[in-house]
Structure formats: structure tokens, C-alpha cells
């Protein structure tokens, strides 16, 4: 098996590729739009294409000389708060890339299998009794980004109807870990303490909405339901993924406050506050795990503790 990893040098392409290439047979090539700092351990174990796929014949260019099987497409403008400000950008960036992954596969490899990354921010306001959130919940989408991906996700069950594609869809719920960059929660928190620590800031920590609670799964579990639901999952079948319990952002805070080297004060910042947000969110992943076995392994407090260590070494360079 090959697989192409469409940014495979941003946060979730890199660990999907460490998983692969270690834990499997598979022989990984990826796309790269940007910088390589993520995959620069991996190089000598890569195919990679320099490529900006919002252009037709580029994707179809890759797709010809990387020859997948599997595809799993991650390049994407991944932040609801840059889909804030730009609410266009994020829309054409999103929905303009997968249109040109799909259409050179339906030119080129139509028996290869892809992956349609969409977002549990599909979901919008969430009500107590909607919880915890299936995939037969409405879709209520409260941003630019979170309207990019219902439109991901539906243009994927469009390919697989219309083209008999092989694609299977997921639902990812927050996904943590080490070399998420700042415009997250886990590490806009981590890198202050960590610069904190290293005397490179004031000892205070600025932050938005603590009350509000999220079901976060460590980024090397989530990438290892992408496999298994690529894999094992049913052709046009949609999937949650997610751990199935949430955490506040305050229960963050404290953790990660807890493994500060250095006393640090909270101050709330209005400019961290969302337009909209969701009080609680609570993932329903079982039908992932009813077909293909998925289980999340990795808790809550290791992932922060990881996302902090990865943080001190950023600093430190």
C-alpha cells in the first residue's frame, strides 16, 4: 500500500505519517505548502511534492507521479478563529483544494480510497439533550470554517454517489498534542507557561473562556482512527471521532499549572473570546468503534503533559 498525506507537514499530517511509517508496511508520500520543520526527522523516509493544490493540474500532476492508494486529505486552512476574519479565504481554500484532490482521483486513481477530513465544529450549538452528539445530529454550522467543512464533508458523499469513489468521511472532534501551533486552546496556554519558565515573558497567562467544555483526544489516537476508519470503515459512511467525555478549559489550565516550573497569574483576555461559543460538547464515536475497534489510549493528562515538553523545547531554540 502507498498513501499520499495531503499536508503532511502540518500538525495531524506529521503524526499520521510517524504512524505509518512505523507502524505499518505502507510506503508514505505527502504534499508540502509551507514549511517542513514537522517531518524534517521523517525526510529520508518521505516522497514529497512541493505543491499548492488549489490549482487543478498540480493535484492531478502529484496524483500521476505519486500513483496512492490511499489518500488521506488534510491540507486545509484548519482555524475557526482566522475563519473569523476571513471568512472567504477559508471557504475557498477548503472547498477549492478537496474539489481538486477529488477531481484528480476520479481522473486518475478511481479505485484509490480517500479520507474527507470534516469537523465535529459541523455540529454548531449543541443543547444538553443533544448530547452526546452522533452523527445523525443536525448540522448547524456558526462559522466560515465550520460551513468549509460541512461542505468538505457532503462534496465527499457527492463523490462517492456520483463517481463511486471510495471515500469514507470523519467527524474529528479536538484533537491535541505536541506541534499543534498557537491559535489553539492547549497550546496558546502551553507556550506562555513555557516562555513564562524560561524568563522570555511576564509570569502571566492570558486567556478566553475557561467554563466552556470540549472532548479532546490526543492527535496520535485521532490519527490512528484515520487509518482504521479508512481501512474498516464503510465507502460513503460518515464517522465521529472523539473520546467521548469532555474537559473544561479551566481543568486544562489547571494541569498545565500544576507542571509550570514557576508560580504564574491567570488573566482573562477579551480578545480570546469567541463570537459564539458552546457550553459543553460531548463526542458519540461509536459507530467508529462498532466498525472498525478504535479505542482512544492516551490520557488527557499525558497529552498536556507532551504538549508542554514540546513547548519547552520550542523555547529553547
Known amino acids: 500500500m ?13 503524526h499520521l505519517a510517524e504512524y505509518l511509517l512505523d507502524q505499518t508496511d505502507w510506503q508514505v508520500a505527502g504534499t508540502v505548502f509551507g514549511l517542513y520543520d514537522n517531518i524534517t526527522h521523517l525526510r529520508d523516509r518521505l516522497e514529497l511534492y512541493p505543491a499548492e493544490l488549489s490549482r487543478l493540474e498540480v493535484a492531478t500532476f502529484v496524483l500521476e507521479q505519486a500513483r496512492p492508494d490511499a489518500i488521506f486529505h488534510l491540507a486545509a486552512q ?27 482521483v476520479v481522473r486518475v486513481r478511481p479505485d484509490c480510497r480517500v479520507l474527507v477530513v470534516g469537523s465535529g465544529e459541523e455540529y454548531g450549538p449543541i443543547s444538553p439533550d443533544d448530547l452526546p452528539v452522533d452523527e445523525d445530529t443536525p448540522l448547524r454550522p456558526t462559522n466560515a470554517y465550520a ?46 507557561i513555557a516562555a513564562a519558565e524560561a524568563g522570555l515573558r511576564p509570569p502571566v497567562i492570558e486567556v478566553g473562556n475557561l467554563a466552556a467544555r470540549r472532548d479532546f483526544s490526543d492527535v496520535r489516537d485521532v490519527v490512528r482512527a484515520y487509518v482504521m476508519a479508512l481501512t474498516h470503515g464503510e465507502a460513503g459512511q460518515v464517522y465521529n ?20 516550573r514557576v508560580p504564574i497569574q491567570v488573566r482573562q483576555d477579551p480578545e480570546r473570546m469567541r463570537p459564539s461559543d458552546v457550553p459543553d460538547i460531548v463526542c458519540d ?33
Open 2 to 14: 502507498k498513501a499520499l498525506i495531503t499536508g503532511i507537514s502540518g500538525f495531524v499530517g506529521s
Open 78 to 104: 484548519p482555524l475557526v478563529s482566522v475563519s473569523w476574519h476571513d471568512p472567504w479565504g477559508t471557504l475557498e481554500t477548503n472547498i477549492r483544494v478537496q474539489l481538486n484532490i477529488l477531481e484528480g
Open 147 to 192: 460551513l468549509s467543512k460541512v461542505t468538505q464533508d457532503l462534496m465527499g458523499l457527492q463523490y462517492y454517489l456520483a463517481h463511486q469513489l471510495h471515500v469514507v468521511r470523519v467527524r474529528p472532534f479536538n484533537h491535541i498534542g505536541p506541534r499543534q501551533r498557537t491559535g489553539f486552546v492547549a497550546p496558546d496556554l502551553a507556550s506562555q
Open 241 to 260: 471521532v472523539g473520546s467521548g467525555c469532555s474537559h473544561s478549559i479551566q481543568e486544562m489550565l489547571d494541569l498545565l499549572l500544576a507542571m509550570s
Open 285 to 317: 464515536a461509536g459507530r467508529l468503534r462498532q466498525h472498525t475497534g478504535w479505542q482512544p489510549t492516551i490520557p488527557f493528562e499525558q497529552s498536556l503533559h507532551d504538549i508542554l515538553n514540546y513547548w519547552r523545547e520550542q523555547v529553547k531554540r
